[in-house]
């Protein structure tokens, strides 16, 4: 299903993916990968997500109130699938944008459309493929060259009621650098849900970029992440990856 204001070669990327993840078997638990870990447990229950639940702008009562003394930003997915996205003005005014990532694919689709899905998309597996056609919740980050954002930017990803789709974008300039903290969870009183999370990094020249991923879902929680970087001449990237709940946990990076 195409949302009227989503550009066509994300809905093609979309289409592509969910025929792919039709196509692709479950991974064969004979190989390392999942041979303590039975595929079965990620798998969502139908297609019933719909692509990048688009959020208003960030309501006027939020600015100044969400973002955290400490932080030069602050995204939140909410269990309804909506996101809000603070940024610093100082950071906004140098040119930063941090937005959800439905938006992002309409005003600023000459950065999303040459980077979404460019390292994990519907070729790269079962579990990326179905994320790339339903991803429901997103946030997308841009740094633009020489920009170093010193403290570091937060990111509290909900699940919702069912299938959890989150889909995480950053792009870099030359020599910029941030810090990203990621962090997945459930709000007390809400359902647990499968959560399957995509992080897609594309660092330029000579940046540097820090990500810690925190998964603390409840004990009936099932985690499923993949993340890749492309680092372009003597860019740097640092990856920290911490479990502290959930039933069962799978993160491939690289």
């Not at 540097?208 to 970087?229: C, K, M, S, W």
């Not at 860019?235 to 990856?241: C, L, V």
């Amino acid at each position: 299903k195409k949302d009227k204001s989503e550009p066509v070669w994300s809905y093609n990327l979309r289409k592509n993916s969910w025929r792919e993840y039709a196509e692709t078997p479950l991974p064969d638990r004979v190989k390392h990968l999942w041979k303590y870990t039975d595929p079965d447990n990620f798998l969502i229950e139908s297609k019933t997500a719909e692509s990048g639940h688009s959020s208003e702008e960030t309501p006027a009562s939020y600015e100044g109130t969400m973002l955290k003394e400490g932080y030069a930003g602050f995204g939140y997915n909410k269990p309804d699938f909506s996101t809000i996205a603070l940024l610093n003005p100082s950071m906004i005014e140098a040119g930063v944008i941090f937005v959800d990532l439905a938006t992002a694919l309409t005003k600023y689709a000459d950065l999303t459309g040459n980077h979404l899905g460019h390292l994990i998309n519907g070729k790269f597996g079962k579990f990326e493929a179905v994320n790339t056609a339903l991803w429901n919740t997103g946030i997308f980050l841009y740094i633009p060259d020489d920009i170093v954002i010193d403290e570091p930017i937060l990111f509290n990803r909900m699940t919702g009621d069912g299938d959890t789709l989150h889909r995480l974008l950053v792009i870099t300039g030359r020599n910029a650098g941030a810090t990203i903290i990621d962090e997945y969870a459930a709000g007390e009183g809400e359902p647990s849900s499968r959560v399957n999370s995509v992080v897609e990094i594309f660092a330029g020249d000579a940046s540097v970029i820090h990500y810690a991923g925190l998964q603390r879902l409840p004990e009936d929680g099932n985690f499923y992440l993949t993340q890749r970087a492309r680092l372009e001449r003597e860019a740097k990237y640092y990856a920290t990856f911490g479990g502290l709940g959930g039933k069962i946990s799978k993160i491939n990076t690289g």
